[in-house]
T-cell receptor, first 114, second 118 residues
Framework: EDQVTQSPEALRLQEGESSSLNCSYTVSGLRGLFWYRQDPGKGPEFLFTLYSAGEEKEKERLKATLTKKESFLHITAPKPEDSATYLCAVQANAGGTSYGKLTFGQGTILTVHP | GAVVSQHPSWVICKSGTSVKIECRSLDFQATTMFWYRQFPKQSLMLMATSNEGSKATYEQGVEKDKFLINHASLTLSTLTVTSAHPEDSSFYIC??????????????FGPGTRLTVT
C-alpha cells in the first residue's frame, strides 16, 4: 500500500527564517510526486510535480527536491502570505481501478509570523 | 489555464435528502475526474474516479449506491450524495488532469464544496 508521511505536522517560522518540509514516501513504482498548497476552506493549489530522483523545481521562494525515498520543500525567506497547509502526494505507476489515484500525506501546517 | 470549478461552494441539507455537487473543467476537456473527501484536520482521501461515458470506479469502502457519480460530458462530472446523514458532512473536492498521459499527470483541484447535513 502506498504511504506518505509528512513532517513536521506544524511549523512556525519568523518572516525571513528559511526552513524545509519533509515528505517521506513508499510507493510501488513512482509515477510522480506532487506538492500542493491548501488554504483554509479551499481546494489544494498545485505547486510542483517531480518525476524522478534528483529532480528539482523552483517557484518564487519555494524549491522542491526528490530522492528515491523522500522529497523536501525548501522555503527561502518566507513571508506571512506563505502561511498555509502544504500537502505532498504520490501517484503510483500502477494500472487497474486506482489508476491516477493520489495518495496524500497529512500535511504540514506552516505559519509565518511577521 | 487548467481551471476547475465546483458548485455549490457550500450546502446545508436535512438528513435523508439528496444533494448534487457539480465539477467542471473550464478551459480543458477531462475524460477523467477524481472525487476526494476531506474531514476536518485530515488530509484528502480519494472516493472515486469519474470516467466520461462509463461507470465510475470507487475506492474500497465507498458506497457506490450512496455516492452516485455521473460524467456526462468532457467538462462536467457530478457527485450526488443520496439519503444524506450527518456523518456525510465533509468537504468534497474534485480534481481533473488537463494533460493526462501526455507525459504529465498533474491534477488540478476545484475550490471544494462544504456539505453540512443537519
Amino acid at each position: 500500500e502506498d504511504q506518505v508521511t509528512q513532517s513536521p505536522e506544524a511549523l512556525r517560522l519568523q518572516e525571513g527564517e528559511s526552513s524545509s518540509l519533509n515528505c517521506s514516501y513508499t510507493v510501488s513504482g513512482l509515477r510522480g510526486l506532487f506538492w500542493y498548497r491548501q488554504d483554509p476552506g479551499k481546494g489544494p493549489e498545485f505547486l510542483f510535480t517531480l518525476y524522478s530522483a534528483g529532480e528539482e523545481k523552483e517557484k518564487e521562494r519555494l524549491k522542491a527536491t526528490l530522492t528515491k525515498k523522500e522529497s523536501f520543500l525548501h522555503i527561502t525567506a518566507p513571508k506571512p502570505e506563505d502561511s498555509a497547509t502544504y500537502l505532498c502526494a504520490v501517484q503510483a505507476n500502477a494500472g487497474g481501478t486506482s489508476y491516477g489515484k493520489l495518495t496524500f500525506g497529512q500535511g504540514t501546517i506552516l505559519t509565518v509570523h511577521p | 489555464g487548467a481551471v476547475v470549478s465546483q458548485h455549490p461552494s457550500w450546502v446545508i441539507c436535512k438528513s435523508g435528502t439528496s444533494v448534487k455537487i457539480e465539477c467542471r473543467s473550464l478551459d480543458f476537456q477531462a475524460t477523467t475526474m477524481f472525487w476526494y473527501r476531506q474531514f476536518p484536520k485530515q488530509s484528502l482521501m480519494l472516493m472515486a474516479t469519474s470516467n466520461e461515458g462509463s461507470k465510475a470506479t470507487y475506492e474500497q469502502g465507498v458506497e457506490k449506491d450512496k455516492f452516485l457519480i455521473n460524467h456526462a460530458s468532457l467538462t462536467l462530472s457530478t457527485l450526488t450524495v443520496t439519503s444524506a446523514h450527518p456523518e456525510d458532512s465533509s468537504f468534497y473536492i474534485c480534481s481533473a488532469p488537463p494533460r493526462w498521459g501526455l507525459n504529465s499527470y498533474e491534477q488540478y483541484f476545484g475550490p471544494g464544496t462544504r456539505l453540512t447535513v443537519t
